[in-house]
C-alpha cells in the first residue's frame, strides 16, 4: 500500500475538475487520495470538534499524518519536560484514521541522545503509532532512529537519504525552489522505481505555493498504480 498525498488538502483551480462532486475541499480530496499530511498542527493546536470533524469528512480508508507543534520541535527543541500531552490526545480524535505523527526538527538543532531518547520514551506513554521524524541538522546522521522505533523522513531537499530504511517516508518540499518547484516525470519514475522496493510507503507533496503538489501526486499514483490523471 503506497500512501500518496499532499501536505493540506487545498485543490488548485486548474485541478478542481478532477475532483467533482459535492462537499469540501477535503471530502474531495480523499476520494482521489489515502492520505494527508496536517501541518495547521504544527502552528496552532485545532479543536476536538475539528478533528472530529476532519475524520467525519474522509472514507473509512483514508488516513492522516499530523505535524507535532513547533511550539515543542522548534520552542522546547524536543525537551522532554514540554508539554505534549494536549497534543496527542486532540489528536487521538482521527482514531483509526491517524496514520502517524511527523517530528520535523529546526536546522540548528543538533542529535543529542539523552534527550531524544528520554523524549521519546515520554510519547511511548501516551501514543503507540508511527513516529516520522525529519532532522535537518548533519548530526542526526549519527543517529539510531529505526532502533529507537522513529522511521527517518527522506525529504527532498534534505539529508542525504539513509541506504535502508523499514517504512519510507518521503516529504517533496521542492527543488530548485523550495515549496514552489514541481518534479519532472523522469524524477517521479525514479521515485516510483524507489517505492516498488517496499510494501508499504508514504509520499507527500509539500511544494503547495504554486499549486504543484496535487499534479505531483497524481503524477506518481498513476506511475505507480495506472490510475488515470491527465488534465482534460
Known amino acids: 500500500m503506497y500512501y500518496i498525498g499532499t501536505a493540506g488538502w487545498t485543490i488548485p483551480k486548474a485541478w478542481a475538475h478532477l475532483f467533482p462532486g459535492p462537499g ?24 476536538a470538534t475539528t478533528f472530529q470533524r476532519w475524520y467525519g469528512q474522509t472514507p473509512p480508508h483514508f488516513r492522516f499524518s499530523v505535524k507535532m507543534p513547533r511550539a515543542i520541535t522548534h520552542e522546547a527543541r524536543l525537551d522532554p519536560a514540554a508539554p505534549i500531552e494536549p497534543f496527542f490526545q486532540r489528536i487521538a480524535y482521527l482514531r483509526e484514521k491517524l496514520y502517524g505523527v511527523l517530528i520535523q526538527l529546526p ?3 543538533p542529535f543529542d541522545p539523552a534527550t531524544l531518547k528520554a523524549f521519546i520514551q515520554r510519547i511511548n506513554r501516551l501514543f503507540t503509532g508511527h513516529l516520522f521524524i525529519e532532522p535537518r541538522h548533519p548530526s542526526w ?12 523522513v527522506l525529504a527532498d531537499p534534505g539529508l542525504p537519504w539513509p541506504l535502508q530504511v523499514q517504512l519510507p517516508y518521503l516529504r517533496f518540499h521542492g527543488t530548485p525552489k523550495r515549496y514552489y518547484s514541481a518534479y519532472d516525470v523522469a524524477y517521479l519514475h525514479q521515485v516510483a522505481a524507489y517505492l516498488r522496493r517496499f510494501p508499504e510507503g508514504v509520499v507527500i507533496f509539500d511544494n503547495t505555493a504554486s499549486g504543484a503538489a496535487i499534479g505531483n501526486a497524481l503524477e506518481l499514483m ?3 498504480h495506472g490510475s488515470k490523471t491527465q488534465q482534460n
Open 107 to 109: 536546522p540548528s538543532l
Open 222 to 224: 498513476e506511475l505507480l
Open 141 to 152: 546522521l549519527d543517529c539510531p532512529c529505526e532502533e529507537l522505533g522513529l522511521f527517518w
Open 24 to 47: 469540501t475541499h477535503l471530502a474531495r480530496y480523499a476520494r482521489r487520495f489515502p492520505i494527508t499530511e496536517i501541518n495547521r498542527t504544527f502552528y496552532t493546536l485545532p479543536q
